[in-house]
């Protein structure tokens, strides 16, 4: 066994992809994800390097592909040029790196799951125009739902299940669904209508820079649960206002910020006073239960229980103007 890595010494550079030979391939190529990713490394950039071995007696083609043929074709279909690491080793050594990565590929957090199914789905409908036409009606019904969600006159629950029922439809009617995305995603309509909701609901509406802050949110981020809470918030408005209230509190979870925004429910109704009302009743009832050396003992936990550094300082602000009138 050779313990050297084939990384060891690696080069990352920039090259044309048109300058890469696929060679022979071990996986199935899926032209719809390759240019749904493509479409993602061009407007959001390339992640993920591939890797090429050299192929000094080919001028045309002076490299060959190791791993990342979906990159690299996504990068044609795309005109842009594609970052790369040089490895060398033995020809079985380079067969194992390419089905190691296939087997061992970086899941996706949910976000950015959803927007590579609302590419690969773009690029499926493209396909199918190119053969059948028809893409400009499908892109107007789509907004046209979807304007009906904003207006209250459609749900977006409805809304979801339609747009994925055409999706899987079209895409089985046209070449079939196993082949081309069942395939290339490793899911079934289920997860296409979880992906949807999220991509539509909070990517699609919103600034990017608010969907890469959300993303990157330690408790919500990469909570599929935490964000289909947010997504479920009815009007934009309010689920924007949700989301701003996480950017503003790492240790904020969804349902806490809904509940400061006073929203109860999907369909945003306000939030029921009653509980709330029942909490602070018992806190004060067990306060005053408290004699007053009890409530000295008590003031490190009642500092502990501001968890966040926002409570603190409005803790401590109410506390300085309360000791200043005094």
């Known amino acids: 066994m050779n313990d050297k890595s084939l990384l060891s010494g690696a080069k990352l550079f920039e090259l044309s992809p048109h300058h890469v030979d696929e060679g022979n391939r071990i996986g199935f190529l899926h032209q719809d994800k390759a240019a749904a990713l493509g479409r993602l490394m061009a407007v959001d950039g390339q992640r993920d390097p591939i890797k090429v071995v050299a192929q000094p007696k ?6 060959r592909l190791v791993t990342g043929m979906h990159r690299l074709i996504g990068a044609r279909i795309e005109g842009i ?37 609302a590419a690969l789905v773009n690029a499926a409908q493209e396909r199918i125009a190119r053969q059948h036409g028809g893409l400009k ?10 304007d009906a969600v904003r207006k209250h006159e459609l749900l977006a629950e409805q809304a979801l299940k339609d747009e994925t029922e055409d999706t899987c439809g079209n895409l089985q009617r046209v070449y079939g669904w196993e082949e081309s995305v069942g395939d290339a995603l490793g899911m079934e309509r289920t997860a296409i209508y979880r992906d949807m909701r999220l991509y539509r609901l909070l990517i699609e509406p919103f600034p990017a820079e608010l969907v890469e802050a959300l993303a990157a949110h330690p ?6 649960s ?11 408005g309010p689920r924007r206002q949700v989301i701003e ?24 109704s306000a939030a029921p006073r009653r509980d709330l009302e029942k909490y602070r009743n018992q806190i004060r009832g067990g306060w005053e239960r408290l004699n007053l050396g009890e409530r000295r003992a008590f003031i490190p936990d009642l500092a502990a229980m501001l968890h966040t550094a926002d409570l603190k300082r409005e803790m401590r602000d109410r506390l300085n103007k309360e000791l200043g009138d005094a």
């Open 81 to 117: 040029t594609v970052w790369a690491i040089e490895v060398s080793g033995k020809p079985e050594d380079l067969a194992d790196l390419e089905a190691s990565e296939n087997l061992h590929r970086r899941p996706l957090a949910p976000l950015e799951r959803a927007k590579f199914t």
């Open 58 to 63: 080919n001028a045309d083609r002076p490299w």
């Open 245 to 268: 209230l996480l950017l503003g509190d790492p240790e904020l979870s969804a349902d806490e910020a809904k509940v400061r925004q006073g929203i109860g429910s999907a369909d945003h």
């Open 137 to 146: 009606q499908q892109q107007l019904a789509v907004k046209a739902r979807w």
């Open 226 to 236: 935490q964000l289909k809470t947010i997504a479920a918030i009815r009007d934009e």
């Open 219 to 224: 408790v919500v981020g990469e909570n599929a």
